[in-house]
């Protein structure tokens, strides 16, 4: 169906996919033209009738009566509500101006539509060509304050999405704050509905969360100037009956990584405003005279066919219109990280004793994690002095990257660029460079202070560390990483009023250093991290094409994090590594085989000390480096289908990858509970051609149909946590 963005005088609808996105103006007794939100629904082909806003149906509020203005600011549907003139549920638009006072009062004045996408300055942004991408812009004003808000909405292909931000310009004479400024704001009817979020919590991140959603305001958010492993800047309104496959559902996703807020909030009438946006509690900008201030985007996607829709949508349009990276289609080289191999612990002959190694099995890049520089020999110090410790590396960086390559492996290594030691050189030298209120003692985590980056001269050296390493040596990807929440939040280059822009402009200040290093080298590998998946989100997915997906690497909590991942991001964003056993986090041994299968899922590699793990584990190597060349193709550039959820049933987890032309399938089942007295699970595949043959590597064959709808029996594993890969291709 084509895409349009369409306007009859009083309905705006923009038709993407299966979808149609529609916004209606409504006056006020008087005379006033408001943007009402009508619905974000199946696509509806003569989008029009004057109920639409449902004007006549407001309730009364103490003596109103409907037409009082009062009334009509209560129960409107505003498509983006300003707080302090009467609309009393949460609100996406809070102003003070210099009296003190807060309130906005927005009404329509014009718009515009055209062919592409402009840029978010100095944000990440989806993006896309002129024949992809079709944008629509609504001026809103608000007199009284001499405020215009610009709210700007994209649309892609078939996509179900549409992409929300909005602009601020204050056209008066007079400073205003914007004490929050959100980006998306729907409305719709609050009955039987349900909720997902992924809440979590450092190595637990993105565990999916369902619950009914009841009277009032469900808000997830972040307070700690990372997106957080805490709380995802993700939020869905589902009916009741919406299944993987089947059902409505409504959902939005933060283009950012810094504080935010989300709400569902079911209101007095049985409606159920879902927001999303910057987080209000860290906030206030002071926009001066003639300033202008952008939102981050927020994804509003919708389904009608359950959340295997919504994820097919999402993933696409992180591919094609969200992920920059010249390695977004390629395979990545399999790396070896030496952090759970040796952490702190190690030398120049240690790391090339592992390259060696690797390089025998088919490894295919080595990163140096931390403890390369100062005198890191635990947590506890140098951070900020980015020059290598001669004692471990006696040849530099240069040197060692110039032996690693000489045994035939690419070199990769750390950083984690943000951070301050109290114990460092630098700290020592610019003790004010941390983040800090006057007159009170900032407070430590892992040891480290946060560098006041929203500083120019604190980010030139920065990127300055970080660009002196990599332009001495052959160094083709990086690990950045980020391991504190922001606290304290003071900075000495801003004045009093700005105090309150300190976590956006830290964000800023990431996402410019970040466009800075990729413009510098283009051809660098940038692996995002912050203690594992803790801005793990689609702000950061701008700049690296994968992050690392949690530090908890163990293979059978990986299941759950990783399905809370996939359900959002596609699988070439996943970092995932076989790691050590028993794992350094739980303490579980499951068998080398099965943590294999499981890191396929994501970009793939290894950390673990290859030099001492058992023969027979080593000697699996090659078979898995086999299986990720065999398979990566169509991982990373397949369609994802959920199958079964051990978080659900308790018993079994399994996911598909399928190719877009149907000929390919690869089936990870990964049983993790053996019962007595019960059949081996049978899985229903999903998306092939239904007249297809199938034919499985060992030989047997299905048709695609069967497959769907009857399922295939799987194999009887003997034991817990054991799994199966089945792979199949199709010639006909
Ligand atoms: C974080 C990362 C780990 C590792 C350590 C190093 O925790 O998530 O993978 O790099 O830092 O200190």
Redesign the pocket.
């Known amino acids: 169906m084509q895409n349009s963005i369409e306007f009859d005088g009083h309905i705006f609808a923009l038709n993407a996919g299966d979808s149609s996105y529609l916004m209606g103006l409504a006056k006020s007794g008087e005379g006033k033209k408001y943007l009402g939100h009508i619905g974000f629904v199946k696509r509806v082909s003569r989008p029009s009738g004057a109920d639409a806003l449902r004007t006549s149906e407001y309730s009364f509020i103490s003596e109103g009566k409907p037409g009082d203005k009062c009334t009509f600011m209560d129960g409107f549907p505003f498509e983006y509500p300003a707080g302090g003139v009467g609309d009393f549920r949460e609100n996406a638009l809070e102003i003070e101006n210099e009296a003190g006072c807060t309130a906005a009062e927005l009404v329509y004045v014009s718009h515009r539509v055209y062919d592409g996408k402009e840029k978010l300055a100095g944000l990440p942004a989806t993006f896309g060509d002129s024949d992809k991408v079709k944008t629509l812009e609504i001026t809103l004003t608000d007199e009284v304050l001499s405020l215009d808000v610009i709210l700007m909405y994209s649309i892609f292909e078939e996509r179900n999405v549409v992409v929300r931000s909005a602009k601020l310009f204050n056209r008066g004479e007079h400073a205003l704050y914007i004490r929050k400024a959100l980006s998306a704001c729907l409305e719709f009817d609050g009955r039987d509905k349900e909720l997902i979020t992924l809440p979590g919590s450092w190595a637990r991140e993105r565990y999916i969360d369902r619950q009914q959603l009841g009277f009032g305001r469900h808000i997830v958010g972040s307070k700690r100037g990372i997106s957080s492993h805490q709380d995802h800047p993700f939020i869905a309104v589902l009916d009741r009956s919406t299944t993987q496959e089947s059902g409505e559902l409504v959902a939005m996703n933060f283009v950012y990584s810094g504080c935010f807020m989300a709400c569902a909030e079911v209101t007095q009438h049985n409606m159920c405003r879902m927001l999303m946006g910057l987080g209000t509690d860290t906030f206030k900008w002071k926009l001066e005279s003639g300033a202008e201030f952008t939102t981050p985007e927020v994804v509003v996607v919708r389904s009608s066919n359950g959340l295997d829709e919504m994820t097919h949508d999402l993933h696409e349009l992180y591919r094609d219109h969200l992920i920059r990276s010249p390695y977004l289609h390629k395979k990545r080289p399999i790396l070896i990280?030496n952090?759970e191999a040796t952490?702190f612990n190690f030398n120049e002959e240690k790391l090339l004793d592992i390259a060696w190694e690797a390089k025998k099995n088919g490894i295919e890049m080595l990163v140096m994690?931390?403890?390369w520089f100062g005198v890191r020999d635990s947590?506890n110090c140098s951070l900020g002095d980015w020059k290598v410790d001669r004692r471990k590396l006696p040849d530099g960086v240069d040197g060692l990257c110039r032996k690693v390559n000489e045994i035939g492996l690419e070199m990769g290594i750390?950083f984690?660029p943000e951070m301050i030691s109290p114990d460092s050189d630098l700290y020592r030298a610019h003790p004010d460079w941390a983040l800090q209120i006057p007159g009170r003692e900032p407070q430590l985590c892992r040891t480290q202070f946060v560098l006041d980056i929203t500083r120019k001269e604190v980010r030139d050296y920065v990127y300055e560390s970080v660009a002196t390493v990599l332009r001495s040596s052959n160094i083709r990807y990086v690990?950045w990483?980020m391991?504190r929440p922001l606290t304290d939040l003071g900075s000495s280059g801003l004045p009093a009023d700005r105090q309150g822009e300190i976590t956006h402009r830290y964000m800023l200040a990431v996402y410019e250093l970040q466009e800075r290093l990729l413009g510098e080298f283009p051809e660098l590998l940038l692996e995002n991290?912050?203690?594992?998946g803790g801005r793990f989100d689609p702000g950061m997915l701008f700049y690296s094409p994968q992050f690392?997906c949690s530090?908890d690497t163990d293979a059978m909590e990986r299941l759950y994090i990783q399905e809370g991942t996939m359900l959002l991001y596609p699988l070439s964003t996943m970092g995932a590594h076989v790691s050590d056993c028993p794992n350094h986090i739980v303490g579980r041994t499951t068998d080398f085989e099965v943590r294999g299968m499981v890191a396929l899922a994501g970009t793939f590699g290894y950390?673990l000390d290859i030099t001492r793990i058992s023969d027979d584990d080593r000697a699996m190597i090659s078979d898995q480096v086999a299986m990720y060349h065999k398979y990566n193709d169509l991982v990373r550039e397949g369609d994802y289908y959920r199958i079964a959820s051990a978080r659900e049933n308790g018993s079994y987890d399994c996911w598909e990858v399928v190719s877009k032309d149907k000929t390919e399938v690869l089936v990870t089942f990964i049983r993790q509970r053996a019962y007595a007295a019960t059949r081996p699970p049978k899985i229903r595949l999903k998306a092939l051609s239904p007249e297809r043959t199938y034919t499985l590597d060992d030989g047997r064959s299905f048709y695609g149909d069967t497959l769907m709808n009857l399922g295939m029996v799987t194999d009887k594993l003997w034991g817990d946590n054991k799994g199966k890969l089945y792979h199949f291709t199709s010639n006909m």
């Open positions: 990280n952090w952490y994690d931390d403890g947590d750390w984690e690990k990483d391991n991290c912050t203690s594992g690392w530090d950390e």
